[in-house]
C-alpha cells in the first residue's frame, strides 16, 4: 500500500496561503487548488495563470500561443475581433446585417449604416438620410402654442402656403411657399381670441382663398383673403363652447361654403351656413357624444346631401349625422372605435367608391379604419398601432403606388407614423416613423416643392414650430 499526500492550498482573508495535508491511499501526487478569500474557486484566474505559461486546457487564449484578441467569455475562449456574438469583448452582439471586423460591427451591405444596433439603408430611409438619426425634417418658427394648420395658394402665385393658427397670442400665421420646398417667415394677423383648428375656403365667391378658425372666445373667426397672401380683419360667429374642430362643406346645397364646428366642452356640433358674401347665417347646433374632437364631411349614404362624423374623445365612439340636403341633419349614430378618439379623416381606402373613415384612438395607441357599406353605416374597425398618443390624421398616396395612406400625428413621442395602404382597406405594418418638433398636434399634406411627391407639416405646440417633411428626399 502506497502513501499520498494531498496538499490543498487555500488564501486567507489577508491573502497568506495556508497549507492543508491529509494523507490518502494511491501514489503521491500533488493538487493544487485556489480559492478566493471567501472559500469559492476562482476558476477564470487559475485558467489565465495557465494560459499566461502555456499551460492547462485553456492554454489556446494565451499569448504565447495565439492572438491577444481571444478572451475567455462564457468558459470558451473566443477572438473578440470576429466573433459576431462578442465583438470588441464579451457578449457584445451585432445586429442582423452587420458582421464582426477587428472589433466593431459593420454592416455588410454597401450605402448600410449602423445606427442604434440596426444596419438601415442612407439612400432611401427617411430616418437615416445620408448618415445616422438625418430626418428630413426642417422647421420654421411661428407664434406661441401652435394649434391648427391649413395649406392653400393664398397670394396666387402658383406655391402652397401654410395657415397656422397660434392659440398662444390669438393670431393666424402665413408662411409663404418658395416653391422648392421652403416657406418664407411667417407674418402673423389677427384671429380674436386663442385660435383652434383652421380651414380654407372661398366664403365670399370672389376666387381668392379665405380662413375660418375656431376660437377659445367660442366663435368662429372669418378672415377674407386679399389674393396677395394677407388677410382683413377678422370676423366673428358665435358657435358652441370650445370649438376645437372645424371643417368645411356646402350643407344646403346653395353653392356657398359652409361651416361645421366640433365643440369639446358642449359636446355638440355647430353648423354655419354661408351667405356667399363673406358671412355666415346664425348657428343650429345637434347634439353628439363626449367631447368631439375632430370633425370630417363626406356623403356616407350616398344620397347626395353631406354628412358629418366627429370623433368623440370621451365617449369611444364616433358620431354620424346624416344631412337632409337643406342645411339640417338627422340624430347623430354612435359607432364604437377605440379609446380616446381624436382626430378623423375621410377616404375612399378600399378603392370600393364608398367612403370610409379613419380615427385615432388617443388612448391605446392606434388607428381605426371603418369602411363604408353606402348607406350610412361602417363595417366593424380594424385597429392598426402607430405611436404613442396619436392626434390628428390626414390621408394621401404619400408612396405614389395608387393607394391611399394614412399620416399621424404621435402627440406623445414627437412623431409621425405614416400607415402605407394595400388599396384593399388593409395597411401594411408596423407603421413607419418620422422625427418631428415637440408634441405635434395637427398634420396636413401637400406637394410643396412640386416634385409629385406628398409632403407633411404638422404643428409643435410645445416649440412654437411647423415641421416640414418633404416625401421622398433620399430617393434622388
Not at 393658427?165 to 381670441?193: D, H, R
Request: charged share 10%; glycine share 14%.
Amino acid at each position: 500500500m502506497t502513501r499520498t499526500v494531498l496538499a490543498l492550498l487555500a488564501l486567507t482573508s489577508f491573502g497568506v496561503p495556508t497549507f492543508f495535508f491529509l494523507l490518502v491511499v494511491h501514489k503521491l501526487s500533488v493538487i493544487l487548488t485556489l480559492h478566493n478569500s471567501d472559500g469559492q474557486r476562482n476558476l477564470d484566474k487559475t485558467c489565465k495563470r495557465l494560459a499566461a505559461k502555456g499551460q492547462g486546457p485553456c492554454y489556446t487564449c494565451g499569448p504565447a500561443r495565439a492572438a491577444t484578441s481571444q478572451e475567455l467569455c462564457s468558459g470558451a475562449c473566443t477572438d473578440t475581433s470576429t466573433d459576431s456574438t462578442n465583438c470588441g469583448s464579451c457578449g457584445v452582439v451585432c445586429p442582423t446585417g452587420s458582421t464582426c471586423s477587428q472589433g466593431a460591427c459593420i454592416c455588410t451591405n454597401s450605402g448600410l449604416g449602423l445606427c442604434n444596433e440596426t444596419c438601415p439603408s442612407f439612400d432611401s430611409d427617411n430616418s437615416h438620410c445620408g448618415e445616422c438619426g438625418n430626418v428630413p425634417q426642417t422647421t420654421y418658427a411661428v407664434r406661441d402654442l401652435p394649434w391648427g394648420v391649413a395649406v392653400g395658394d393664398f397670394n396666387q402665385d402658383g406655391h402652397l402656403d401654410l395657415a397656422v393658427s397660434n392659440a398662444g397670442n390669438e393670431t393666424v400665421g402665413i408662411l409663404l411657399g418658395t416653391g422648392s420646398g421652403g416657406f418664407q417667415p411667417q407674418v402673423a394677423y389677427a384671429a380674436g381670441s386663442a385660435s383652434f383648428q383652421v380651414a380654407v375656403g372661398d366664403f365670399n365667391g370672389d376666387g381668392i382663398l379665405d380662413l375660418v378658425l375656431g376660437t377659445g372666445a367660442n366663435t368662429v373667426s372669418l378672415l377674407l383673403g386679399t389674393g396677395l397672401g394677407s388677410f382683413q380683419t377678422p370676423l366673428q360667429f358665435p358657435v358652441g363652447t370650445g370649438p376645437v374642430a372645424i371643417a368645411v362643406g356646402d350643407f344646403n346645397q346653395d353653392g356657398h361654403l359652409d361651416v361645421v364646428t366640433g365643440n369639446h366642452d358642449e359636446n355638440s356640433v355647430s353648423i354655419l351656413l354661408g351667405t356667399g358674401e363673406g358671412g355666415f347665417r346664425p348657428e343650429a347646433q345637434y347634439a353628439v357624444l363626449d367631447t368631439p374632437d375632430g370633425v370630417a364631411v363626406s356623403d356616407f349614404n350616398q344620397d347626395g346631401h353631406l354628412d358629418i362624423v366627429a370623433s368623440n374623445e370621451g365617449s369611444n365612439v364616433v358620431s354620424i349625422l346624416l344631412g337632409n340636403g337643406d342645411g339640417s341633419f338627422q340624430p347623430q349614430t354612435a359607432v364604437p372605435v377605440g379609446s380616446g378618439p381624436y382626430g378623423v379623416t375621410v377616404a375612399d381606402f378600399n378603392k370600393d367608391g364608398r367612403p370610409d373613415f379613419a380615427v385615432t384612438n388617443s388612448l391605446d395607441a392606434s388607428a381605426s379604419v371603418l369602411l363604408g357599406v353606402g348607406n350610412g353605416t361602417f363595417q366593424p374597425q380594424a385597429v392598426f398601432s402607430v405611436g404613442s398618443n396619436p392626434r390628428a390624421i390626414t390621408t394621401g398616396d404619400f408612396n405614389r403606388d395608387g393607394n391611399l395612406d394614412i399620416a399621424v400625428t404621435n402627440y406623445g413621442g414627437s412623431l409621425v407614423s405614416i400607415l402605407l395602404g394595400t388599396g384593399s382597406g388593409n395597411f401594411h405594418t408596423p407603421a413607419t416613423t418620422f422625427a418631428v418638433g415637440n408634441n405635434p398636434t395637427v398634420i396636413a399634406a401637400g406637394d410643396f416643392n412640386g416634385d409629385g411627391y406628398l409632403d407633411l407639416v404638422t404643428t409643435n405646440i410645445l416649440d412654437a414650430t411647423v415641421s416640414v417633411l418633404l416625401g421622398e428626399p433620399c430617393n434622388t
